[in-house]
């Protein structure tokens, strides 16, 4: 499996997403079954719009419960490496856009924790993709949906 087709998690988003599963185990999956219960017990199926609500979530919870099984089993948790500047995903870049006049800060993370509002972005975005293996100093070229930027890496941690 190749670099980008691999999934990376910070030890946090993945204590966030171990967090998530069990949530979803221990509490809305039995929640849900309880509903289930309560549903059947009405009587007709068919024109039961509770039974009806409960499955759909009910089918939601296990894809989602999959998922999350599938992809913690899989990831690949960032550790802390070697500071040479370059960066990485797990990197914190701080950089500027030419022609703006404030920085810009994120966290370099895999695409399963990518939250650009909490300063998150994946590597696989095309900031991110962009960003990976420069330096402080460099500037990239990354071609956004809305057109080509120029940004100057102006801190690597």
Known sequence: MSELEQTYLTPEGA??????????I???RPALAQKLK???AEGDLR???????????QAFIEGRIQYLENLL?????ITETEQDGTVRVG???TY???????DETFKIVGAAEANPREGKISGKSPIGAALLGHKKGDRVRVETPSGEIVLKIKKVE
Request: no cysteine; proline share 0%.
């Open 15 to 24: 204590e966030e997403l171990r967090r998530e599963l069990q949530e979803l």
């Open 96 to 102: 500027r856009e030419e022609g703006m006049d404030e």
């Open 26 to 28: 221990e509490v809305r």
């Open 38 to 40: 309560e549903a059947v």
């Open 91 to 93: 990197s914190t870049v």
């Open 73 to 77: 089993r899989s990831a690949v948790i």
């Open 47 to 57: 024109e039961n719009a509770n039974y009806q609500d409960a499955k759909e979530q």
